[in-house]
Every structure is written in C-alpha cells, then in structure tokens.
C-alpha cells in the first residue's frame, strides 16, 4: 500500500503551508494558516479571551457550497478545541486556514464530504505545525468504510465509498483521545466499536489489546501508522530548517 | 468623600442577585451552580431549565398545516419551532441533458463491478441492489432540494432577510445528505410512467420477416417509459430558535414527508405533456423507509478552561477513571448550546424486530466523550426514537 505523502512550507507569503496528497483516495489538498492576524469587524466580541478560527475550504473545480460549509463547520469546532486560542498573542486574533483541494474527484452535490475530511485535517494539521500556532496535540485521522459483508476497508476511493454500506472518519489525539467521528450510512454499533478499534490501530503506533490482534500486527509490519507518518514529516522539515545550524556545529 | 457618602443609600445594597441577572452575567457558573449542588442540600443534579441531564424538551408535531403544499408540517421541541413544507415539482425526461446517455448505461452494472472490486459476493443481491439504484436517480438527478432557512427573526443573533448564515448552508447539506444516505425516500414514488401503446399496424410492418415471431410480439407489451419525475422541495423555516435546530428540522422534514401526496399524473400523448388530476382520492403518499430520529446532545465541562493550560491535558486512560466534572445534556437549549463545545449528535432507525440502526453518528469538538458514552447515549436515543414515534403516529 503506497503511503501519503506531504510536505511542508510551500507557499512563501503565508505564514506556514502544508501539502498532503493521499494517493489511495487521490485526495490531494494545499493549506495555508495565517495567524495571529488582526480580524475585520467585531468577530472577536463574542469570547474576548479566545482566538477566533475560521476555515476556508475551496473545492477543486468549482466554487464553495454548502457542502464545503459543512465541512468547515466541523474542522472549525475540533480545532478550536485543538488550538491553544489563550497563549500570549493569540487573544482576540484570528488563525485563518485556507484549504484547497487541488486534486481528486468534487464531490457533487449532496454527496458525502466525509471521504475528504482526513486530507483536510491532515493539511490543516501541518499548516498549523508549519505557522508555528501553539496546539495542545497533534492528531491523526483516519477513513473506514464497511462493505455489506461486513468487512472494513481502509481508505475507500470516491468510487468505492458510493458502495459501501457506512462509511466512518475517527480522529484520535497524539495521547489517545477520540477527537472526532463522523460516520454516515446504516450500522450498529458493535459494528462502529469495531471500526474504532482498527482506526486506533491505524492512527496509533500503541498495541491496540482486544480480539483485533491480526490487524494490528498487519499495520505494525507496515510501518503505516499515520502518527509516525506525521512525526516524520515535521521532522524532516525541521532537519532542513536547521541545516545551516547544524552543520555549524 | 462627600458627594459618595451623600449619594449612599440608608439600606446597604444587598450583595445578592436575582437568578436572572446571575445567569446572564455569569452563565457558566451558574449552569454549574445547578449540576452539582453542595453535597449538604440533598439535592439532585438538574439542569437550570429544570430538566434531567438525558431529558428531552416537551415536543409536538402538527401535520397538514400549510395548504397550498403537498405536505406540511410544524414540529415544536420546547421553544424551538420549525415549519416545514414540500412542494413537488415536474421534472420531464426531456429536460434532462444527460437523460437517454443515463439510461442506456445501467446503473445496476456500475454497482456489479465496484462490488467485484470490493471482493464482495456479486450473486448475494436482494432489494438492497434496487435501494442503491433509487438511491443513484434521486443523487443524481437532484430529486430532492432540501433549504433551511433561519432569516426569519429566530434568534437575536440571525438576522431577519439576511442571506443564509453559515449554520444554515451547513444544516441544509446535512439534511440532504442524511435524506440521501438513510434512503428515506423511494425513487419508484416519483417516477411518471408511460405505457405506449401497441399499434398493431406499424408493428406487423416491422416483423414481416419473422413469421412465427409476430404472434408473439403483438401480445407482449411494449417497455415502459419513464416520462417525468417529481422533484421535492422541501423547505424548512426556523421560526423560533432556543438550541438545537437540527433534530426540530429533521423531525419537520421526517413528518411533512410523511404527509406529502403527490397528485395521480399521466403522460397525454396528444398534448405530449404531463397531465395531473385534481382529485384528492386519485393522490398517493410517499412510501417511506422506515423513520429515522434526530437526537442531539452537548457536553457541558466544569473546568471551561481545561482545554488550553500547557500541562494538564489528562490522557485517555486517567481521564476515563474520573470522568466527573462533565455531564451531558440531551436536546441543549439554547443558552446550554452557547456554553458547551462538544457535540454529539446520533440519527438512529428501528428495524421491525425492535433492533436499533444507527444511520448517522457524530462526535466532533472535544475529547472527553469515547465509546462507553456513545454507547449510552445510542440507548438514549433509541429511547426517544419511541416516544418520538408516538408523536409522528398521532399527528
């Protein structure tokens, strides 16, 4: 299975930017942070003492719906959540993350959004990471679609996601928390605890204990866990950040 | 100094507020101030509108209440209030561009290989295969239109005959995506058949050739066609918002389309144009699948803070052991919706023999609710689907 791929730092005139592209789902999406900036306007009357998050999602080919309304709604409220809005100079300043989806396939009108929301996360997470905004963890998230069978698949395409009978987005924290699940379709939840024990296990390097050993060890031989996948990345930009220091040394 | 002393009044002011004043200025307090009262007063945990933690507001539900739609409905949950109405529309095959490329590729194919390609076992098809390709039509022709509006003076902070606010575009996918995905509605109700007739004569010209053939082919029927469709535009307004607006639209949007009847219509070929009838007993209801409850919760957390200090961020397995500190709230008002952060909210179905289907489950802005939370409050939910059930049966 080939991995994601990211990279951070791509746009000069932000603050900090991020790509991701997924090549399973061919989602391939650009974010961009500016913060802290100064808002417009009075938005920051409503809690004084807290940042003000907005995103900004912009669909590859065509303009912004209430699709992608939706979909900013709940990366707004889990990052608000995330985002550390009370550190010195964040207060009353706003953190605006721009996302673009630069490629796969739109997702037309009245589709499920929740097949693009890890590119958007995983984006968004490292745009922050890249503008240096203080967050209180970092977090992974995973796509899980359950066939009719009862199978669970990792990662269904647009195409395959049409077909399944539920499809599941979980978000868990770098120390372990469910941060966010969104799941659509028919199911029950033994089916659902399923689901989260193998998105655990995907987004999270720790053992997983339970029934589910032979997926864990599965994804463990990979070396796919999307935690160190994260960690990587940021830690291959900040090699090259620092170069120039550590070569002095 | 003497203008202050003068001014003082003879009664010292009591330091005491009235409630009302407290809650305003201090709302967060004094929500917490009512789930946990000193241990001394015996008191039980309840919330400041009076309700138990996991109780729902009063709700009711009027069908039939806008004339001139094809179905209506006001449902109320406490002071949340939503008017819903359907309208149906003509869509005429013509008119769709993509009409004859559309049905020539069968939808039923595509479905066999993404099925093959899952691994799937092809052969094991029952109505699920014809719920996927109702499921395709109403996507894709864009059969229902669903728009929530809260413009209309609902709440101080909409305001009235402003463009559609975030949380309303937002709202209105939501409802189209859970009308797509629970395939509530069934797309043979909006189909307008036509069966051409056989004309004799022009069919004998055609089989001249096949002598044995012609008997057989006059007696069999010519191929149905699809001439039109209706179109559903469900509108939702908001009149009066405390909190919670989702399940009081979905509920709205659940009972008018329980009401809606669609009028018996016809192709006429003379005129080449759909022809519908008057006459209320010729209407037909839809025929819905099954009936899926909204059921929303917020979490309310004592500590408002917690989520921001460098340290104490505590890790999943602590957490779970003390797990005081929070409590969650079913169906939030709307001064309980301003204070709290994380929301989940369950769409659950009961199936004939009493087991509950879980149609849309989510969790998003916080960390402390897991899977033992979830798993009670999907119990809660199919609790109310009970009551909720009662409701729509009475209306």
């Given at each position: 299975m080939v991995g994601p791929t990211a990279s951070l730092s791509?746009?000069?005139?932000?603050d900090g930017s991020a790509s991701y592209k997924c090549p399973v789902t061919g989602y391939d999406v650009l974010g961009a942070v500016n913060a802290p900036i100064e808002l417009p306007a009075r938005k920051d009357a409503l809690k004084p003492e807290d940042a003000t998050i907005e995103v900004f999602v912009k669909p590859g080919k065509a303009t912004a719906g209430v699709g992608e309304r939706y979909v900013e709604r709940i990366l707004r409220t889990m990052l608000e959540k995330v985002?550390?809005?009370?550190?010195?100079?964040?207060?009353?300043?706003g953190v605006v993350i721009t996302l673009a989806a630069v490629g796969g396939e739109a997702a037309e009108r009245?589709?499920?959004?929740?097949?693009i929301i890890p590119a958007l996360l995983h984006a968004s997470l490292l745009a922050l990471i890249s503008a240096a905004v203080p967050l209180s963890m970092t977090f992974t998230t995973t796509l899980l679609g359950v066939t009719r069978s009862g199978q669970i698949i990792r990662d269904p395409s647009p195409a395959a996601a049409k077909a399944v009978a539920s499809l599941h987005v979980l978000s868990f924290s770098s120390?372990?928390?469910?941060l966010l699940s969104e799941s659509q379709g028919r199911f029950d939840f033994e089916t659902w605890e399923l689901v989260r024990q193998q998105a655990a296990s995907i987004c999270r390097a720790v053992a997983t204990t339970g029934s589910d050993g032979d997926t864990d060890m599965g994804e463990g031989a990979d070396g796919a866990h999307v935690d160190a996948f994260v960690r990587e990345t940021v830690e291959d930009s900040l090699h090259r950040d620092y170069t120039w220091k550590l070569e002095s040394a | 100094m003497a203008s202050t002393s003068n001014e003082a009044p003879a009664v010292p002011p009591s330091l005491s507020l009235p409630p009302s004043q407290f809650a305003r200025l201090q709302p967060h307090a004094y929500l917490l101030a009512h789930l946990s009262p000193?241990?001394?007063?015996?008191?039980?945990?309840?919330?400041?509108?009076?309700?138990?933690?996991l109780q729902f507001r009063t709700t009711s539900a009027n069908c039939?209440?806008?004339?001139?739609?094809n179905g209506s409905a006001v449902v109320r949950i406490g002071d949340t209030a939503a008017v819903c109405g359907v309208r149906a529309e003509l869509l005429h095959?013509?008119?769709?561009?993509?009409w004859s490329v559309a049905r020539t590729s069968s939808a039923s194919t595509n479905k066999r290989q993404r099925l093959a390609e899952l691994g799937e076992?092809?052969?094991?098809?029952?109505n699920e295969d014809e719920d996927d390709q109702d499921r395709a039509h109403i996507e894709d022709l864009s059969l229902l239109v669903p728009n929530l509006s809260l413009?209309?003076?609902?709440?101080?902070?909409y305001l009235p005959?402003?463009?559609?606010?975030t949380t309303a575009q937002s709202i209105s996918h939501e409802i189209l995506s859970l009308l797509h995905s629970s395939?509530?509605?069934?797309a043979d109700d909006l189909r307008i058949w036509y069966q051409p007739p056989n004309l004799g004569p022009e069919d004998e010209q055609m089989d001249v050739d096949e002598g044995a053939g012609k008997k057989a082919e006059t007696e069999e029927q010519k191929p149905r066609e699809i001439k039109a469709y209706w179109v559903l535009y469900i509108d939702i307004m908001i009149?009066?918002?405390?909190?919670?607006p989702f399940d009081a639209a979905w509920a709205s949007v659940v009972a008018a389309l329980r009401d809606t009847k669609l009028p018996n219509a016809w192709w006429d070929v003379d005129n080449e144009t759909v022809l519908c009838s008057d006459d209320v007993s010729e209407a037909h209801k839809l025929t819905l699948r099954g009936l899926p409850v909204a059921s929303s919760f917020c979490v309310f957390e004592?500590?408002?803070?917690?989520?921001?200090?460098?340290?104490?961020?505590?890790n999943a397995q602590q957490q779970k052991k003390d797990g005081k500190g929070r409590w969650i709230l079913a169906d939030p008002d709307g001064y309980e919706d301003n204070l709290a952060h994380e929301r989940v909210s369950i769409v659950v179905d009961k199936e004939k023999n009493g087991k509950t289907v879980i149609l849309k489950m989510e969790k998003v802005g916080?960390?402390?609710?897991?899977t033992e939370d979830l798993r009670r409050l999907v119990d809660v939910s199919s609790k109310r689907w009970d009551e909720m059930k009662q409701i729509f049966d009475q209306c």
């Open positions: 791509n746009l000069h005139r932000a985002i550390l809005g009370r550190e010195k100079g964040l207060p009353r300043r009245g589709d499920s959004y929740i097949t120390k372990g928390h469910l | 000193p241990a001394a007063t015996n008191q039980p945990s309840i919330r400041a509108n009076g309700r138990e933690p039939g209440s806008l004339t001139h739609t095959t013509d008119d769709i561009a993509s076992d092809v052969t094991e098809e029952d413009s209309t003076g609902c709440a101080p902070g005959g402003a463009p559609p606010s395939r509530l509605v069934k009149i009066s918002l405390a909190g919670n004592a500590d408002a803070a917690a989520g921001w200090r460098a340290k104490p961020i505590p916080g960390w402390t609710i897991d």
